[in-house]
């Protein structure tokens, strides 16, 4: 039976489209046909309901994602969507989270030292990261692209006094520069920056699944919603992990978390890749290993372009 255009509302057409209205909602963009004005009490009750509806998502989400590996994917492909948290909402606010409690802080009394006084501190020798104090200049470079010299003039100087076929070249002589630029430590801009390897590990994790799987016939979206499902169930278990260290700080229970975290991310992988890919169970194993080696490659990868990056245009 068809409904009755005037029995939901008085409006022809929808107030924010000006779509015409048949039933309770706009068929065009979905605004409710009826609406009045919202007093204190009624908008209170609407921001609860809304609250506990993503808060039942929420839930039900993690405890799907937990106790069926795979289970979140297989669903999305499938079309059953609804009930849970949108992927990319599910993955900024696990990561968000993650990178507020789970990352190590800097110690607040060793990050307000200025860099003038930096030279009563014992600087760690240069290696990868490499850190002079000399004469306060608080300078920061990369293992031997560190310049000898304590300051930009001095550095300059000594350039000029060089032949030109012995001075550096025009990126080294960049580099070199910029690490007297750095009033900052390194290490605590590369921990405020280190999320965003994660953005690039994320289409290069699902391009490898697309590579090792393409028998399957998934789409390259399909890889990238089980890499984004993955990736957050990780940062979950590494956040858990990490709050309980901060509990009990001891080696040992350390050693015990971390192999635990490590064997669990293993056969999470593994039980989500078989019922996403199903296949047998040494193919699985072995494309897994393959998956992870590969992965660590451009882990590392991603980790030093990043420091690169951060130490040329920051």
């Known amino acids: 039976m068809a409904f009755k255009k005037k029995t939901y509302h ?9 779509y015409p209205l048949v039933g309770q909602y706009c068929g065009h963009c979905g605004q409710k046909a009826f609406l009045h004005k919202d007093s204190f009490g009624h908008m209170a009750l609407h921001f609860i309901g809304d609250y506990f509806h993503y808060d039942s998502k929420f839930w039900l989400t993690i405890k799907t994602m937990f106790t069926k590996p795979g289970q979140l994917t297989k669903d999305y492909i499938e079309g059953k969507r609804v009930k849970y948290l949108n992927p990319i909402q599910l993955y900024i606010f696990v990561t968000t989270v993650f990178f507020i409690f789970g990352m190590p802080k800097s110690n607040d009394e060793s990050s307000s030292i200025s860099v003038q006084n930096r030279n009563e501190i014992t600087a760690p020798p240069k290696g990868v990261l490499g850190y002079s104090t000399e004469s306060g200049s608080g300078q920061i470079g990369i293992g031997p692209w560190t310049p000898n010299e304590t300051t930009k003039i001095e550095y300059d100087s000594v350039q000029n006094s060089l032949p030109e076929n012995q001075r550096d070249g025009f990126i080294l002589k960049h580099i070199r520069h910029k690490s007297y630029d750095h009033t900052e430590n390194l290490g605590e801009l590369f921990s405020r920056n280190f999320s965003k390897v ?6 290069f994790f699902a391009l490898l699944l697309a590579l090792l799987f393409r028998k399957k016939k998934l789409y390259y979206v399909d890889h990238i919603i089980f890499s984004i499902h993955f990736h957050a169930f990780v940062f979950i278990l590494l956040l858990l992990g990490s709050l309980l260290i901060k509990i009990i700080d001891h080696s040992t229970f350390i050693f015990s978390i971390s192999i635990a975290t490590i064997l669990g991310i293993g056969v999470y992988l593994f039980q989500s890749l078989k019922l996403i890919y199903p296949s047998q169970p040494f193919k699985i194993i072995i494309k897994q290993t393959i998956l992870f080696a590969l992965y660590f490659i451009g882990f590392i990868v991603s980790l ?3 420091i690169i990056f951060l130490f040329l245009f920051f």
């Open 198 to 203: 994660f953005f690039l590990l994320l289409p």
């Open 10 to 18: 008085k409006e022809e057409n929808c107030l924010n489209c000006n």
């Open 304 to 306: 030093i372009f990043l």
